[in-house]
């Protein structure tokens, strides 16, 4: 705000300073102009000089005889006893004699309205008239203390002028700089989507209108948009808590015929199927109910410390001893200075986003992969990373992951890795999902801290 105001000060100052140098050049250039057009080729002091006498008969030059007759000029020669004793081109009002008073007048002034020019000439009064109305004579006169105290107040002058120029611009400066403090204040509560209420008065009226009218706006909006996301939220876990219980009903019962021995070994591994399916159908449901937590903060977590070490052998045994296909293995890599690592988070979620990738990894390569999972940490950040060496993701499936313009929008490998993002998000961290040369893809958890 004060750039602002300085800029507009400097700005207003420069442009008084601006308009006295036009000012001054515009004066001079027509005062010099003015006197080229006063004076013609010839002043009054050279025509004088160019008019002789031989033989008792008085001449002019032909160039200063072709100057009066070209700008319509005349001239006579008054002798000391009021006569005129040689003309050229002299008006029939003009008198051809003069007294003392006369001579006297018509040296400072006009005569007969003619606007006249006088020299001394070694002969008498030598003068030269203008046409009727064709100048303006004015006699000045200042005082020599006057003219002395000049270098002085012309300059104070021309400084009263700027610093009136100066003043005037701050003045104005500063009822804008209070129109724009309110706008900036408007500004950043409407940042913040706090409501928004100025005056539409001023200069800047309009714009505070506007920007009252965009306040409104947004705070609808907002209120429309939670009123839709906490519909959806609550929605997704009422659907979550309905189809829980008749699907644990599904599941015992479906558990009860795979150990009923009185049903057919097909009927047992449907029962089985059933129970798989159901299973499926379980953590699909858990996976949608904890991103849709996971995207509005709705999901309380639970910071502490914890080594990432032991929790990654943890959940490399937990995969193990469930039996998963022999067509998986799983590799663990940790590095020395990785061994002893204590982060600080949410160990559950951070469980949960590494499991993701390793049944990520499972669930689209069924031909089977080698999987590793490899920790290392470096200046102050920890690198979790899940590869295998299966089919890696689809060109366009990889864009989005790494550029997601919708949260849940990642079609058939579903909201695993959706929650994998918003882990890593509420943590601070970064996910990273890109594909090997050779085949198969890597995804690189990011955390800051380490110790």
């Known amino acids: 705000m004060m750039k602002i105001l300085s800029r507009y000060v400097i700005s207003a100052a420069a442009a008084a300073i601006l308009l006295l140098i036009i000012n001054f050049t515009a004066l001079a250039v027509w005062l010099f102009q003015s006197a080229r057009e006063y004076g013609r080729n010839y002043t009054v002091n050279q025509m004088a000089e160019g008019l002789d006498v031989s033989d008792g008969e008085y001449s002019i030059s032909d160039s200063i005889a072709a100057e009066l007759d070209q700008n319509q000029l005349w001239a006579m020669l008054i002798d000391e006893k009021g006569t005129v004793i040689w003309s050229r081109n002299l008006p029939s009002d003009v008198p051809l004699s003069y007294t003392l008073t006369d001579v006297a007048g018509l040296s400072r002034w006009y005569l007969k309205d003619y606007p006249v020019k006088v020299w001394q000439h070694r002969d008498g009064l030598f003068v030269v ?19 002395d105290n000049s270098r002085f107040w012309i300059p104070m ?13 701050l003045l104005s400066g500063l009822r804008l700089f ?3 403090k309110k706008l900036t204040i408007g ?20 714009l505070a209108s506007g920007i009252n009218h965009a306040s409104s706006q947004l705070i609808r909006q907002e209120a429309a948009l939670n009123k839709r996301d906490n519909a959806r939220t609550t929605w997704i876990a009422g659907i979550s808590h309905d189809i829980r219980t008749p699907l644990s009903v ?44 996971l995207e509005y903060d709705m999901q309380p977590i639970r910071r502490e410390e914890f080594n990432p070490a032991p929790l ?4 490399a045994a937990d995969l193990l001893n469930s039996s998963i296909s022999e067509k998986y293995t799983l590799n663990i890599s940790i590095d020395e200075d990785a061994q002893n690592m204590i982060l600080t988070g949410d160990s559950q979620l951070i469980r949960r986003a590494i499991t993701n990738l390793i ?10 992969c080698d999987i590793k999972i490899q920790l290392s940490g470096n200046s102050g950040t920890t690198l979790l990373s899940v590869t295998d060496n299966g089919t890696g993701f689809p060109a366009e499936i990889l864009k989005r992951l790494n550029q997601p313009l919708e949260p849940m929008a990642l079609d058939n490998h579903g909201l695993g890795l959706t929650i994998v993002r918003q882990i890593m998000s509420v943590h601070g961290g970064t996910a990273s999902f890109s594909n090997l040369t050779g085949g198969g893809c890597r995804v690189i958890l990011t955390l800051a801290g380490g110790t």
């Open 129 to 147: 008239g203008n046409p009727k109305n064709s100048m303006w004579k004015i006699g000045i006169e200042f005082p020599m203390k006057t003219m």
């Open 312 to 315: 990654i052998r943890s959940i």
């Open 187 to 206: 500004i950043e509560n409407l940042a913040q989507m706090k409501p928004v209420s100025m005056p539409a008065q001023g200069i800047l009226g309009d």
């Open 178 to 180: 209070v129109s724009l």
């Open 359 to 368: 049944l990520n990894s499972m669930g689209h390569n069924p031909d089977g």
């Open 250 to 293: 599904i599941m015992g019962y479906a558990g009860q015929m795979e150990e009923d021995k009185t049903l057919t070994r097909e009927q047992q591994e449907l029962a089985v199927i059933i129970r798989s399916q159901c299973q499926k159908i379980k953590a699909l449901i858990n996976d949608l109910n904890l991103a849709s937590k």
């Open 157 to 169: 002058f021309l400084i009263l002028n700027l610093v009136t120029a100066v003043i005037l611009a």
